[in-house]
């Protein structure tokens, strides 16, 4: 398993550093700020649907999950897909729930501490699915209205930014579903708009000018 440091970014809350790839889990602009408008902004919010079902490319630090059950007054069925899940001392480090409005340290730990593989209640609206898998290769179930493709730079993890890997997705999101990534690199653009999807550019997080959003027409 890669080094994994933990450092504090720009707005207050946590990321990780990984040296051997010198990548963040999140911007260091502001790891809570690009939660929020790349992933519930741009994502969610897009969404008019009642009961949401949410896919998400990497699980990490639990952020994305943990701001969708927070803030959301929606039912959501999350699943996340990681194939290196933090060990228990490693989440033991993290203090999202101090740092976050409305913070809530029991459910946090909920999230972290759901089994693999099934869906599990973590509230009365809220339900994750944590799978250990490889992005690359997963079965994906379907019905997903929402991606959070958050996934390491094409620079670092190129195997993951694909046509092939879009296309699974593409195949397994709802008509209407959206996408939604940090990335605004070009070979991303034509490998969305090569499996389907319509992009659109928008103003991105701290540090970022732009991001994308995609939608399964």
């Given at each position: 398993?890669?080094?994994r440091i933990f450092t504090?970014?720009?707005d207050?809350?946590?990321t990780i550093y990984i040296p051997e790839l010198d990548e963040h889990y999140?911007?260091?602009n502001g790891a809570l700020q690009e939660a929020e408008i790349v992933y519930l902004n741009a994502g969610l919010d897009y969404c008019e649907k009642d009961e949401i079902n949410?896919?998400?490319a990497g699980f990490g630090t639990g952020l994305n999950a943990y701001l969708t059950m927070l803030t959301s007054d929606k039912k959501i069925n999350y699943t996340s897909i990681e194939l290196y899940p933090l060990s228990e001392e490693e989440v033991s480090n993290l203090n999202h729930y101090e740092t976050i409005n409305g913070g809530n340290k029991e459910l946090f730990l909920k999230l972290h501490e759901a089994e693999w593989g099934d869906f599990s209640p973590i509230t009365d609206r809220f339900s994750l699915k944590k799978v250990h898998d490889d992005l690359t290769t997963?079965?994906?179930?379907?019905?997903?209205?929402?991606v959070y493709y958050d996934a390491f730079a094409p620079e670092v993890?190129?195997?993951l930014w694909t046509a092939e890997v879009f296309q699974k997705i593409y195949d397994a999101m709802n008509t209407g579903g959206v996408l939604t990534t940090y990335?605004?690199?070009?070979?991303?653009k034509r490998a969305l708009k090569s499996c389907g999807f319509k992009i659109e550019k928008l103003p991105g997080a701290a540090g970022k000018r732009e991001m994308l959003r995609a939608v399964k027409e």
């Amino acid at each position: 398993m890669k080094k994994r440091i933990f450092t504090t970014t720009k707005d207050g809350t946590q990321t990780i550093y990984i040296p051997e790839l010198d990548e963040h889990y999140h911007s260091t602009n502001g790891a809570l700020q690009e939660a929020e408008i790349v992933y519930l902004n741009a994502g969610l919010d897009y969404c008019e649907k009642d009961e949401i079902n949410v896919l998400e490319a990497g699980f990490g630090t639990g952020l994305n999950a943990y701001l969708t059950m927070l803030t959301s007054d929606k039912k959501i069925n999350y699943t996340s897909i990681e194939l290196y899940p933090l060990s228990e001392e490693e989440v033991s480090n993290l203090n999202h729930y101090e740092t976050i409005n409305g913070g809530n340290k029991e459910l946090f730990l909920k999230l972290h501490e759901a089994e693999w593989g099934d869906f599990s209640p973590i509230t009365d609206r809220f339900s994750l699915k944590k799978v250990h898998d490889d992005l690359t290769t997963h079965s994906y179930e379907g019905g997903y209205d929402v991606v959070y493709y958050d996934a390491f730079a094409p620079e670092v993890q190129p195997h993951l930014w694909t046509a092939e890997v879009f296309q699974k997705i593409y195949d397994a999101m709802n008509t209407g579903g959206v996408l939604t990534t940090y990335c605004v690199k070009g070979i991303v653009k034509r490998a969305l708009k090569s499996c389907g999807f319509k992009i659109e550019k928008l103003p991105g997080a701290a540090g970022k000018r732009e991001m994308l959003r995609a939608v399964k027409e």
